[in-house]
């Protein structure tokens, strides 16, 4: 949401127009999301000129599952053997988000890794972060990207920027995130099941496969001490209680009777479901959206 509308925003030129936008492929986001992103570049970026580049580590799903691949872990609800609640290591929004997108940054100054980019180089780099998350706003830890927070400065908040996204013709811009993230809330999952059903079989097939954890820790005779879900309440997706309306979001449907519009599913359960390189949104963790915005 935020990516987009920053990117919306540049384009119409109520911000200066941005060099580049990058979208950083997981190669396992919703249908939704690539055809919007199709959308985006062919109706908001390329006519303004601005050049939309895609980059990947690989395909987390299939990573996942192959043996042969080093895997950067996704964050995993773990029962251990003596049924002990757990999570295994987050390391997938560094792999698969902000590692492409700083090696393309590295390719745009010049400076592909190894070679040190000379001091005093940098590109600007707008991240899609609204007021309401205000917090996950930080400095990048690299010295030739430097972050920047238009909507802050704007003071826009989510809201604002789905208001804006509707003036505009984007009403349906879908969040971006793994179709098989952990830290999707019980209303993602429900949309999934009941919006795509192949895509739902795809994640539930996934959520049987990593039962024993990493693929390829399995195949060097080290399996998971436990069981692995990809829902928090540890019990296969496929009968993971996901029809449960939690307490935040029966408000959020209580107070879009009386003529608001919260995002229900942002709001269930205090978590934000979402992905970006920066920020990552779910559950108590935290790390921002998809777009790298350079100029």
């Known amino acids: 949401m935020q990516s987009s509308a920053l990117l919306a925003l540049s384009a119409e030129g109520i911000l200066p127009k941005v060099d580049y936008a990058i979208f950083a492929d997981t190669g396992w986001e919703p249908a ?59 390391q997938c929004t560094g792999e698969y988000k902000i590692k492409p997108i700083k090696q393309k940054v590295r390719e745009i100054l010049g400076y592909p890794y190894p070679q040190r980019i000379p001091s005093g180089m940098f590109v ?12 996950r706003a930080k400095d990048s830890d690299v010295t030739y990207m430097r972050n920047r927070h238009p909507l802050i400065d704007m003071g826009w908040s989510r809201s604002d920027c789905i208001r804006y996204l509707k003036s505009i013709g984007l009403a349906d811009t879908p969040k971006s995130s793994c179709l098989g993230c952990p830290f999707h809330g019980n209303a993602q999952w429900r949309n999934i099941r009941d919006a795509s059903p192949a895509e739902w079989d795809d994640v539930v097939r996934f959520d049987a496969e990593i039962r024993k954890g990493n693929a390829r820790a399995n195949a060097t005779g080290n399996p998971l001490l436990g069981e692995a879900f990809l ?42 479901d979402g992905c970006s390189p920066w920020a990552c949104r779910g559950s108590a963790v935290t790390e921002q959206d998809d777009f790298g915005l350079a100029s």
């Open 32 to 90: 939704a999301v690539y055809s919007h992103l199709d959308r985006l570049e062919r109706e908001i970026a390329e006519p303004a000129g601005i050049p939309v580049l895609r980059v990947s580590s690989g395909n987390i799903r299939n990573d996942a599952l192959n043996p042969s691949k080093r895997f950067a872990s996704m964050p995993l609800y773990i029962l251990n053997k003596e049924g002990k609640p757990g999570m295994t290591r987050r």
């Open 231 to 272: 829902h928090r309440s540890r019990v296969p997706l496929s009968e993971a209680p996901i029809d449960h309306v939690t307490a935040a979001e029966w408000a959020a449907l209580q107070e879009e009777s009386e003529g608001a519009a919260p995002d229900v599913e942002e709001l269930e359960a205090g978590v934000v």
């Open 124 to 135: 600007e780099q707008w991240v899609g972060i609204s007021t309401d998350e205000f917090h």
